[in-house]
């Protein structure tokens, strides 16, 4: 699919204005969103823009554009002023075309899924004969989303994670008129540097805390190798190879002589043998910031995976993992709703059906902990919590020790289901890492 993309006005053009808001620079933020979130995440994708900073582009210029690329979908977004009470969304087509016309059809279907996300009022689905409209040779629509003089329209308009919302429902709506596909997430192709393996977890504690004495951070990361389990030890993970050797330099230096390298070109990292049960690598925060960098309004659920993960003996960070990938970050954008607090799809099978609702988000966690125990574990749930998995009795215990293991089980037909999983924690790890490393960077810095 081409998609034109047109951040209303630009550069001499401010277009509205009120209460301190430009309406180019809105129109320009949430384009750039559409056309990251569609390029990230959607296969066979085109995104061409009118503009992409601010710059005086006239309408004639824009509709020539679109037409001689052959764009697929005009899409022209837009905010609006009239008299500081007005206030709330709506969209147009050319007013020349039916209710039945294809492009009142995707009308339909974005009005819908942005006015389902943005929390304005809904001003309806209009007709008008703007240029844009009318001389664009494919369907077209404009969005005004919400009035730049208006106070409380304008407060959200001022907020990031708002538009970030906005620009989502832009996408859900051009994804379901479009039939786009999400794209497979992918492994991050990460050099990790390796300091040790281990039988014994406590062996390989010891190595991490011999290392970050020498200011070298590490973390201890259960693997599979020819059916036996050890605990190897991970001092890096980085996207350029030069950096990895640097870091390698570093763990001999310190005396780790038998330290190497992971070549993600020549090695595919040992994830479908993570074990389920096992012990939580991550904090609550570095699973809070993971998701937050994708949905900053994500609400902060980090600390139940920690702590029930811990007692019945999950990898919680990994179960935190698998949430991400049943709730699309948290976002609810599937069939389970965000006030169900069902972050695991229990359940949840169709529409009619979207699967258990619980009171709290600390109750989903907990079900969804309690769910994995059944599935890993043959030995009676301990007594400690209450069970909240109205699905625990239905699964044959001890069926799937390992995350790859749940895919037909959990997920049906799910074939690459724990590895969407395990791909989604390794971009933690990454990021994890990451961070740790600009931490220690500005500290030196500091010290400087």
């Known amino acids: 699919m081409k998609l034109y ?36 995440n959607y296969e066979n994708v085109e995104v061409r823009m009118s503009r992409t900073d601010d710059r005086t582009i006239s309408l004639t210029e824009r509709t020539d554009e679109a037409n001689a690329w052959s764009a697929d979908y005009y899409l022209s977004i837009h905010c609006n002023a009239f008299d500081g ?7 147009f087509i050319h007013n020349s075309l039916s209710n039945s016309s294809i492009t009142a059809k995707y009308q339909d279907i974005i009005h819908d899924e942005v006015m389902k996300i943005n929390g304005l009022k809904d001003r309806g689905q209009k007709k008008a004969n703007f240029h844009v409209l009318r001389e664009s040779i494919m369907p077209a629509l404009l969005t005004e989303n ?3 003089d208006n106070k409380s329209d304008a407060a959200l308009l001022k907020q990031e994670s708002w ?57 201890v990361e259960p693997v599979l190798i020819d059916g036996n389990q050890f605990h190897r030890v991970q001092a890096g993970a980085f996207l350029e190879k030069k950096n990895a050797e640097q870091r390698l330099e570093q763990v001999k230096q310190a005396g780790i002589k038998d330290a190497y390298i992971i070549n993600p070109e020549v090695e595919v990292p040992e994830q479908a043998g993570y074990p389920i049960l096992g012990p939580t690598t991550l904090s609550p925060e570095q699973m809070n910031q993971f998701v937050k960098s994708v949905n900053p309004d994500a609400i902060e659920i980090g600390w139940y995976y920690v702590l029930y993960g811990q ?9 935190f993992a698998q949430a991400i990938l049943e709730t699309d970050y948290l976002r609810f954008t ?115």
Not at 10 to 24: L, N, V, Y
Request: aromatic residues 8%; hydrophobic residues 35%; glycine residues 10%.
């Open 5 to 40: 993309l047109d951040p209303g006005h630009g550069g001499k053009d401010p277009g509205a204005m009120g209460d301190g808001i430009m309406e180019k620079d809105i129109n320009l933020d949430i384009a750039l969103r559409i056309r990251s979130i569609l390029l990230n």
């Open 85 to 91: 009470k007005s206030n709330g969304y709506e969209d």
């Open 146 to 148: 919400g009035f730049v």
């Open 163 to 219: 538009r970030e919302k906005v620009a989502r429902g832009h996408v859900n709506g051009l994804a379901k008129a479009f039939n786009l596909q999400l794209k497979p997430i992918e492994v991050n192709q990460l050099y990790k540097v390796i300091a040790g393996s281990f039988k014994l977890r406590d062996n390989a504690d010891d190595r991490v805390t011999y290392l970050s004495s020498k200011g070298i951070p590490a973390f």
């Open 311 to 319: 007692y019945y003996g999950i990898r919680g960070d990994i179960a």
């Open 334 to 448: 599937g069939i389970v709703e965000p006030d169900q607090n069902n972050f695991c799809g229990l359940g949840a099978t169709s529409a009619a059906n979207p699967g258990a609702r619980f009171d709290t988000p600390e109750q989903g966690v907990l079900a969804h902990i309690q769910h994995l125990y059944a599935y890993t574990s043959s030995s009676p749930l301990p007594d400690k919590y209450p069970l909240e998995d109205p699905r625990f009795r239905l699964v044959t215990r001890n069926s799937a020790t390992k995350w790859e293991a749940l895919n037909g089980k959990w997920a049906v037909p799910g074939d690459n289901y724990g590895q969407l999983i395990l791909n989604i924690y390794e971009k933690m790890l990454g990021a994890s890492i990451k961070n740790i490393e600009e931490t220690l960077q500005d500290v030196k810095t500091n010290r400087k």
